[in-house]
């Protein structure tokens, strides 16, 4: 006769798991509704994070194109003044 593992016969040693008892399964629903709040916590500081980011990288960009601007006009200033030097 062939047996597989799941029809073998039960032995006086085996005792299938029914499930976790009520005091552990609380336990574990505790813990997995604080691991929940945490990578929420930590979802928000990714988020502000990228935002401070990109408003340093905005503002880099605003400095720089006001100094282009700067620059552009210096630039006219000077080419005016070599243009009508006697």
Not at 1 to 30: F, I, K
Not at 41 to 65: K, N
Request: glycine share 4%.
């Amino acid at each position: 006769m062939n047996l597989r593992a799941s029809e073998a016969p039960p032995s006086d040693e085996y005792e299938p798991v029914r499930g976790l008892d009520v005091e552990t399964q609380q336990c574990v629903r505790a813990c997995e509704a604080e691991a929940a709040a945490k990578t929420a916590s930590d979802y928000q500081h990714v988020i502000w994070a990228y935002g401070v980011l990109w408003s340093l990288f905005a503002a880099f960009g605003v400095l720089l194109w006001r100094r282009a601007k700067q620059q552009q006009a210096d630039l006219a200033e000077l080419r005016r003044r070599v243009e009508h030097a006697p």
